[in-house]
């Protein structure tokens, strides 16, 4: 396994546009009991977008690899975890965009053998800004999904964390949002679903003066696999968990939590 890296930067007087993408390399098929898939790569990067006075947007989209399949009783490769702190910037007097998501890879299928592993995503975001006239941010971590297995055994899913705190002078809209991975189906006799995983949001927002606040913290939790044979059983659905805070001067300032669990 290795990593992934996207570096994205942009300049302009009038607008600036700096977006990037990182992918991790999945992992391997493995054959064979006493074997297993390959473990997937992670993947991570960086964006910055720079304007004069007109609209600067930067986004970063980071994605763990899956695990490699197990064939004929070997076990599942394990999902890439992901973590990006602080990786999007941005400059200007005008609108100022900010994007930061990232999504855990899933655990590897397989046939017979023990499903691997999820990838648990983590997407943390600090920054203050003192120019822009409008200033959004969204910050996303997306779990993976837990490995399935046809007669073996499957994995749960894994955590979504989403976590920013921003300011700014001008208008300010904040959003949050942490979805816990769905747990790995059973696919035959031997095989019972596993459960899904804690999807957690936490958002800050503050702004000065008459501007206004609006902030979003939305937790959702991964569904539970199925089980699809007698005597066997689905995975459990989990909660979630959403904190929203939001500050102005003279202005109006709105925080709403939501979850889904």
């Given amino acids: 396994s290795g990593t992934a890296n996207a570096q994205a930067t942009a300049a302009g007087v009038a607008s600036a546009t700096a977006t990037a993408y990182a992918y991790g390399g999945h992992g391997g098929a493995g054959i064979d009991g006493g074997n297993k898939g390959g473990n997937a790569a992670t993947a991570n990067g960086f964006a910055y977008a720079a304007s004069g006075s007109g609209t600067a947007s930067a986004s970063l989209t980071a994605n763990g690899g899956s695990g490699g399949t197990g064939y004929s009783g070997a076990n599942g490769g394990n999902g890439a975890s992901v973590t990006l702190t602080d990786d999007v910037s941005g400059s200007t007097t005008g609108t100022l965009y900010l994007n930061q998501t990232a999504n855990g890879g899933a655990g ?14 983590t997407s ?3 920054y203050a800004n003192g120019n822009a006239s409008s200033f959004t941010t969204t910050v996303q971590a997306t779990g993976g999904t837990g490995g399935s297995s046809n007669v073996g055994t499957t994995t749960a899913g894994s955590t979504g964390n989403a976590s920013a705190t921003v300011s700014g002078v001008g208008s300010l809209s904040l959003s ?5 991975g769905a747990g790995g189906s059973g696919g035959g006799s031997n095989s019972s679903g596993s459960n899904g995983a804690s999807g957690n949001a936490v958002a800050q927002g503050t702004t000065a003066g008459s501007s206004n606040a609006n902030v979003l913290a939305q937790g959702s939790g991964g569904s539970g696999g199925s089980g699809v044979s007698a005597g066997r059983k689905g995975g459990d659905g989990v ?5 929203a805070a939001a500050f102005t001067g003279s202005g109006s300032a709105n925080a709403t939590a939501r979850t889904y669990g």
């Fill in 108 to 121: 590897g299928y397989s046939y017979g053998g023990t499903a691997g592993t999820a990838g648990k995503a």
């Fill in 239 to 243: 909660t979630a968990t959403a904190t």
């Fill in 176 to 180: 949050a949002y942490g979805t816990g």
């Fill in 124 to 126: 943390n975001l600090t």
